[in-house]
């Protein structure tokens, strides 16, 4: 007797275990499992995933539980080794594994166990769920009776079903024919039919270039035995991907699955959940992952009805947060355009494609900058998962959590700033977590250049967290159970077998940073060991201003720098020693290195307290003296002299006079105009303000204006790309004004009313006294200075005049 009308049609009796194949996070494939579950109310459900996993199921259940969220396996041996089984709230898996916890059915895992997979290298190379590495090397295993690799054999089968129906875009099948589909009256029909399509793939194409698929459809076979002897044929569920069905449908024995299992090698592995993200969701890497769209397939999944409507109404909202002029006839205007476009191409429902290309011509007046939010925001989505605290963790991540919530930092999976304040107790907590995380290799955070002030009191990350961090967690839970001691014993092996003293100096100061106390003796004695041995004074130099940074890092973390201020001023003292001869006979690339050096080693001196029982300023000095010897000697190569005088003149430790005479010499008709132009390019050259003090001494652009007219023809050309790369770094407006006082000439000068001359066009050549004193009441209110009728003029009352001269 036929069922009745609106009744779900039953499955036939003896009709074996019922197989759902499925795309792995396809809303439609999870809305086809829940109804196709409803209907034949199964015993027990087995799902693609590995066997450890049974123990930790049951959380899947927990109301603290929030997808995206995935199963993390690792090695204990090398956590490293790791792979994870993502879920979102629209995979098929999690609506199986929710349904039988709802329905009180036994829910097991059936694919190749973890401690298999993680210690397989053939292949991929890889686990069989998605890899800790986002870029996985190139395959090492072959094809057979080929030559070739596998992965140039391997086939998608659903970009091989697309091109059968004429697509020549699978995503855009599948959603034809499976998202944007209604529910099918039949619930059993879209799996018999997929399941159909993939026997043929599978007879024609075997294992389709994925020979290790073999060995875990075994396993799986294998598995489903069992539930079946225990559970009944017909009792039984399998969620799997829709690329197995074949295989586990196929008449094979118990005796020849388990001789492909055979030798499988081992390791000892653990498995617990993790939060994930929809932009990790988003990546095309590993088993389980690469769809383009979390968000959108979360939108289909999880809207009752209207779907592009409902979608349009968030896009809608979130212009208008980002204040963009969308109001409600732009949403109807657009649901029209998008369903107008659907009936055009021939699709059931307005997809993805169809809804951004109206969303661009309503919304967006055709601009795509725009949509570049939308995608980040709705599309991909900046969604993080949740895990209840009762899942299993390394000690390390329990004590990173427990920092976390007392320091109130939440992980987020969207990137976002924050600038730390290190007198406030919080923010300095906040600061040694987060370096003590980096030294330990969890970039949670990257340090920012910061908005306000550049003092030592604050501080600027980028945060961003990645699911990834979980298994750096796990690795570097070997070095201690909380991040204050992990931190610590890290640097103390790291400080002990570092060769470089760059990168002790460079530990020194991460550690001065993280507050390690109990690790800097170690990494001290190892600085002062390397120090000694190093005679290179590139070495020295390139580690100078990291231990010159650390020194700044007193004032504020309350950390004792004595023993590093020793240290740092006998590298400064052997640099000021071996910096003259290490200079000469340099090429332009050792040159142009060098001169680096010199920049940092100027600005880490400045930084330097003078050594205990030397009188002050005795260490800046010797640095000037220094930088004498260079500017002077011949031998040493022009763009480092140009430098040199350069960094004098700044200081006010060379007159204006002698550095004219010195460039003078330099740009002689007797220098080599290649020569002639490296010292041009040291004293005026990069982001040091050279532009500005040619506009504002004419006589050294004087000189230069001079040199450059006087270059010979055949030499112009050799020293113009020198020139330019100094000239090119400078910004527009002293390039237009520079053009201007060359083009005036040093006698251009225009009369006055009062017969005297200006300077540069549109400015007196003196200073208008009158204009300048208009500036005195808003300095004394900056410097908190009293009123101008409270002083008189004069040497002996001089605030005013002292006031004057600041201004002019």
Same mark, same amino acid.
């Given at each position: ?604 001196? =400045?930084?330097?307290?003078?050594? !205990? /029982?030397?009188? @002050? *300023?005795?260490?800046?000095? &010797?640095?000037? $003296? %220094? +930088? ?126 009062? =017969?005297?001359?200006?300077?540069? !066009? /549109?400015?007196? @050549? *003196?200073?208008?006294?009158? &204009?300048?004193? $208009? %500036? +005195? ?32």
């Amino acid at each position: 007797m036929p069922p009745a009308a609106g009744a779900t049609p039953a499955r036939p009796a003896g009709s074996g275990p019922l197989l759902l194949g499925v795309r792995h996070h396809g809303p439609g494939s999870a809305r086809a499992v829940q109804a196709a579950l409803d209907a034949a109310r199964p015993s027990a459900v087995l799902i693609e995933g590995p066997p450890e996993g049974d123990a930790l199921v049951s959380l899947a259940g927990d109301t603290r539980m929030r997808p995206p969220v995935a199963l993390l396996a690792h090695a204990v041996d090398d956590p490293g080794r790791a792979a994870f089984w993502p879920l979102a709230e629209f995979s098929p898996e999690w609506v199986a594994i929710r349904w039988a916890l709802a329905h009180d059915a036994p829910v097991r895992f059936i694919d190749l166990p973890a401690t298999h997979s993680l210690a397989l290298t053939d292949g991929d190379g890889t686990a069989d769920g998605e890899t800790a590495d986002p870029d996985p090397g190139p395959d090492s295993g072959t094809g057979p009776d080929s030559g070739v690799s596998a992965r140039a054999l391997r086939i998608d089968p659903l970009a091989v079903l697309a091109e059968a129906a004429g697509y020549d875009d699978a995503e855009r099948w599948w959603e034809d024919v499976v998202e944007h589909r209604g529910a099918a009256t039949d619930p059993f029909a879209p799996f018999d039919a997929v399941g159909e399509a993939m026997t043929a793939l599978r007879e024609e194409y075997g294992d389709g270039g994925h020979p290790r698929d073999l060995v875990r459809e075994a396993y799986m076979r294998i598995q489903l035995r069992a539930a079946r002897k225990e559970f009944g044929d017909d009792r039984v569920a399998v969620v799997c991907g829709a690329w197995h069905v074949p295989a586990l449908g196929a008449k094979t024995t118990a005796t020849a699955d388990r001789a492909l299992l055979k030798g499988l090698p081992k390791v000892k592995s653990e498995m617990t959940w993790v939060p994930w993200t929809h932009h990790r969701l988003a990546r095309h890497s590993g088993y389980g992952a690469g769809i383009d769209s979390p968000g959108w397939y979360g939108h289909l999944f999880g809207a009752p009805d209207r779907p592009v409507e409902r979608w349009m109404t968030k896009v809608a909202g979130l212009l208008r947060d980002e204040d963009q002029p969308v109001s409600s006839a732009h949403v109807i205007e657009a649901v029209r355009l998008a369903e107008t476009l659907a009936a055009m191409r021939g699709r059931p429902l307005a997809g993805l494609t169809e809804t951004t290309d109206a969303i661009r011509a309503v919304m967006c007046d055709g601009s795509d900058v725009p949509l570049g939010l939308i995608r980040d925001k709705l599309i991909v989505g900046d969604v993080l998962g949740e895990v209840p605290d009762s899942a299993p963790a390394v000690p390390l991540q329990r004590d990173l959590t427990r920092l976390q919530r007392s320091l109130r930092l939440k992980p987020e999976a969207r990137e976002r700033d924050l600038d730390l304040d290190l007198r406030k107790e919080t923010d300095a907590g906040r600061s040694r977590m987060l370096h003590r995380l980096r030294l330990l290799g969890i970039n949670w955070g990257e340090p920012a250049a910061g908005r306000g002030s550049t003092g030592t009191f604050r501080e600027s990350w980028r945060l961003r967290w990645e699911p990834e961090l979980y298994v750096r967690v796990a690795e570097a839970g070997v070095w201690g159970t909380t991040v204050l001691s992990a931190a610590t014993a890290m640097a103390e092996s790291r400080a002990v077998s570092a060769t470089a003293l760059a990168d002790v100096t460079a530990l020194a100061e991460q550690c001065l940073l993280a507050e390690l106390t109990d690790a800097l003796p170690v990494v001290m004695t190892a600085l002062a060991d390397r120090a000694a041995l190093d005679a290179d004074v590139a070495h020295l130099a390139h580690a100078l201003p990291a231990l010159a940074r650390s020194l700044r890092y007193g004032d504020v973390r309350s950390t004792d720098t004595a023993a590093l201020g020793e240290v740092a001023a006998g590298l400064a003292e052997r640099i000021c020693v071996g910096l003259p001869p290490a200079c000469a006979a340099l090429d332009a690339d050792g040159a142009a290195e060098m001169r680096e050096h010199i920049d940092s080693v100027h600005t880490a001196i =400045g930084l330097l307290p003078d050594a !205990p /029982g030397r009188p @002050a *300023g005795d260490l800046a000095g &010797r640095w000037g $003296a %220094v +930088l004498r010897k260079l500017a002077a000697r011949d031998t040493v190569p022009g763009v480092i002299r140009g430098r040199a005088t350069r960094l004098l003149l700044d200081d006010g430790r060379l007159p204006e006079d002698e550095a004219a005479r010195l460039m003078g010499l330099a740009l002689s008709p007797a220098t080599p105009p290649a020569d002639a132009a490296a010292w041009i390019e040291g004293f005026v050259g990069g982001a040091s303000g050279g532009g500005m003090l040619l506009v504002h001494d004419e006589r050294l652009l004087g000189l230069v204006d001079t040199w450059l007219t006087g270059v010979p023809d055949g030499s112009f050309t050799d020293v113009l790309p020198l020139l330019r790369r100094t000239f090119s770094a400078y910004e527009p407006g002293v390039r237009r004004t520079l053009g201007e006082l060359v083009r005036r000439g040093p006698a251009g000068g225009d009369a006055r009313s009062d =017969g005297s001359e200006t300077g540069v !066009p /549109g400015f007196g @050549a *003196g200073i208008d006294e009158t &204009r300048a004193d $208009a %500036v +005195l009441p808003v300095l004394r209110l900056l410097l908190g200075a009293p009123a101008a009728q409270d002083f008189a003029s004069g040497p002996e009352h001089g605030n005013d005049n002292d006031l004057a001269g600041a201004a002019r």
